[in-house]
Each structure stands twice: as structure tokens, then as C-alpha cells.
């Protein structure tokens, strides 16, 4: 099958479609991948998005021309919840990553497939390295994330972000900024430098686990993450350590075992290579595309 996957602007939404094209190569399918501003993407207006993408797939016979590209199979893949998404979406298959917006769309008339997104387990896995640090945060500021570097008080605490994109406004975080991620291999080093991921929705997430939840995991990393009923849907009896309200508790509970913390890292990067990787997520997503078109 030839798939062509075009990326818009966006922080994680091209991280995140980068994950399916490796996915799709592996499975043994040509793909092309179109960066952001490629002319290619100028020559017609059938795909828009927000900070997802479009993934289409293209009859083997005519080659990736834009005739087969405008007649070809569209499915978009969303990464956050959008206003008006029906003057957007064209035709095709919707995909959404945020259960809460997967159940706001279709009450809305917006039919879409609840699809999580996941961890490439080539990208992010463990490394033997010094443990630099207690807990990592990363990422853009919002309230609830200064709220929980509240908690940490004590703890050798590293924020890794861009700090333009709101981090210089409080003055009581700049003790724990390190700096920006210039890559996904970097943040996989951060990673197993440290001993706990602290992960908190963004506010634009209803009711999903975030892209940082899966890479932790994967990593080797022992994730913990603020609590929403998704996590129960998508982990089952393999939750992942959660909290509501103080994670402090939590975190100094692993921290004070060494084996504990080091054994719930392992198995959490197990439940992601036995489920949650993108190989997984591109199986699920050409399987609807084959049972609707037959």
C-alpha cells in the first residue's frame, strides 16, 4: 500500500505522525512523509488541521500524483479537541486521540474513531545511565503543572521546555529549569537520567492519556501521571501509578524503594511493547480503513 502522510504545524502533533510513519515502513508499506510548508501540501486545500495531520492512502497503480491524492482514502488524525470541526473535516475517517473530544465529536454529529496514541519502542527505550534526577517535568507551563512543582519541594527536580513559551513568567521555577529538548533521542536520555516522570494534562485535554505518558513509559522511566478515567479504559488492570490532587506522597513512596521504583519502570515498559506502541495504533488504524472499504 502506498500512504502518504502530510504534517501541519503543531508541537506534538508531528512528533506524533512521525510515529506512524516509522509504523508503516516497518509493516512493510511505502510512505511518504511531506514536511511542514511542502509544496505539495499548498496544491490543494483537502487537507486541514489543527495540530494533528492527514494520512492518505494512495492507489499503488496511479503513484502519488495529486489526481490520486484528491481521490484517495482521507483519514485524519487528531490530537486535540478543534471549534467548527465540520467546516475542517472533509470526507474519509476521523481519528481522535482525547476520548473526552472522541465523545464530544460524536455527540455533536461529528462521526470519529477513539484512537490513543502511543510510544515508538525504537525511540524510546531504556538506557543504563546515571540518575541525574529525582523528577523530570517537560513541556509548555499551565497551572496545574506550577501547582505540582509546588509539591516537589526538596526533590532535585528538572523542568526541560521552551522557555519563551511561558516559562519565564514564574520567577519560582527558574531554580528547576535545565533547558530545551532538542530531540526525541535527547528526551529518551532525560528520561533514563532520571527516576520519575511527573506527567499533567495539559487543559485542553478532556479525558486522554498524553503523548509523555507512553514515551515514560516506554523509556523505562517510571511515569506518574494525574488521574482520568481514560487510563482505566486503555490500561485495564495494568494501570500506571496515578494521582488526584498532591502526587507527593506518591513519588516519595518510590523514591524511598529503589527496588520498587525499578521494578514498576520495567513492567510499565512492558505494557507499552505489549499494546501501546504505534505499531499496535497503525494495525487498529488500517484494519477500520480495510473493514470500510473493503
Known amino acids: 500500500m502506498n500512504i502518504l502522510v502530510n504534517y501541519t504545524p503543531g508541537h506534538a502533533g508531528p512528533k506524533i505522525m512521525k510515529g506512524f510513519v516509522n509504523a508503516f515502513r ?3 508499506h511505502f510512505v511518504t512523509d511531506r514536511p511542514q510548508g511542502d509544496e505539495l501540501q499548498k496544491s490543494y486545500d483537502v487537507i486541514l488541521g489543527y495540530s494533528g495531520t492527514s494520512v492518505i492512502i494512495v492507489d499503488e497503480k496511479n503513484g502519488l500524483t495529486l489526481d490520486a491524492v484528491l481521490k484517495a482514502c482521507l483519514i485524519q488524525y487528531w490530537a486535540d479537541d478543534v471549534e467548527d470541526i465540520n467546516k475542517i473535516c ?14 464530544k465529536w460524536n455527540a455533536l454529529g461529528v462521526s470519529n474513531i477513539y484512537l490513543p496514541l502511543a510510544a515508538d519502542e525504537k525511540v524510546f527505550y531504556p538506557i543504563e545511565m546515571g540518575k541525574r534526577f529525582d523528577v523530570i517535568l517537560t513541556g509548555v507551563p499551565s497551572a496545574p503543572r506550577i501547582e505540582i512543582l509546588k509539591q516537589l519541594e526538596g526533590l532535585n527536580v528538572a523542568v526541560f521546555g521552551q522557555w519563551e513559551r511561558g516559562w519565564e513568567k514564574y520567577s519560582e521555577v527558574k531554580k528547576y529549569y535545565y533547558g530545551c529538548v532538542a530531540s526525541e533521542n535527547e528526551l529518551n536520555e532525560l528520561y533514563n537520567q532520571s527516576k520519575i516522570c511527573i506527567d499533567i494534562s495539559s487543559p485542553q485535554n478532556l479525558n486522554s492519556a498524553n503523548f509523555t505518558v507512553f514515551n515514560a513509559m516506554a523509556s523505562g522511566c517510571l511515569l506518574i501521571t ?4 481514560a487510563l482505566d479504559g486503555l490500561f485495564g488492570a495494568e494501570q500506571v501509578p496515578s494521582y488526584t490532587g498532591s502526587c507527593r506522597s506518591l513519588i516519595d513512596k518510590y523514591l524511598a524503594d529503589e527496588v520498587l521504583l525499578k521494578g514498576e ?11 501501546h506502541t504505534f505499531i499496535h495504533r497503525a494495525e487498529d488504524m488500517l484494519s477500520i480503513l480495510r473493514s470500510v472499504t473493503g
Open 265 to 275: 519502570s520495567l513492567r510499565q515498559r512492558d505494557v507499552i511493547l505489549s499494546g
Open 90 to 103: 472533509r470526507r474519509g475517517i476521523i481519528f481522535q486521540s482525547d476520548l473526552g473530544c472522541s465523545e
Open 226 to 229: 494525574n488521574y482520568k478515567t
Open 26 to 28: 516497518r509493516l512493510g
